[in-house]
């Protein structure tokens, strides 16, 4: 491997899809908690309808479907840190940090728009 | 510039397999490098030999195994295939099941990863 490969790359997982209906942020979770054991710079962008993952009071057992909100408590465990909102798509759904399951940083629009662009690896669920 | 192309939708619902395949075949074309490819999610259903469609239309499969025996490392997650059926079975030849880390290796030794979903 050349020096290069050696700098920690920046990997941000981008979450737009919701937790229920389709199997991709549940998939892509498992995503995120296995780059953790490659020693990156991994972050976790919400936005969009993404950001209902992360709600207070999930309950799928009408659905019959095993619920994972849980799972992004470990996160931080995982040395995963770097979780991001985008504020536009947290306010159009009537949302603020205290309605979520975890501490996130709230980042406006450009923000993340600068952020996407520093990334090595763009990865979007 | 090497590239690596993440899957995420199997054949035929969508039309990412074709845009990933079209992808791939022009960066060859213009002497690029595809480092790997990586099914997830229904993008494992790519991988399946029993796929058999009319005759008068493409074939996914056939597309992807002839990628994967010119040397392009083609990889299956899977936690992925698990859950969809896919298993050494009935993998296609010139692809592999592995873990995703693969992906993130893949990802972090290329110069671009190339999403392909919907």
Known sequence: ?125 | MKYTIFVQEGPYNHEAADSAYNFAKAALEKGHEIRGIFFYNDGVINSTKLMDPPQDDRHIQKRWTELGEKGIDIVICIAAAKRRGIADENLAPGMRISGLGQLIEMGITSDRLMTFGS
């Open chain 1, 1 to 125: 491997m050349s020096e290069e490969d050696q700098i920690p790359a920046k990997i941000m997982f981008v979450m737009r899809k919701p937790p229920h209906g389709s199997i991709y942020a549940y998939e892509g979770l498992e995503v995120i908690l296995i780059s953790a054991a490659y020693e990156q710079d991994v972050s976790v962008m919400f936005m969009g309808d993404g950001i209902y993952a992360l709600k207070k009071g999930q309950d799928t057992s009408e659905l019959g479907i095993k619920g994972f909100a849980k799972t992004y408590g470990v996160l931080e465990g995982y040395d995963i840190e770097k979780i991001y909102v985008d504020r536009i798509s947290l306010e159009e759904r009537g949302l603020t940090p205290d309605d979520l399951i975890i501490d996130v940083e709230v980042l406006e629009p450009a923000k993340v728009n600068e952020m996407m662009n520093e990334q090595h690896v763009l990865m979007p669920f």
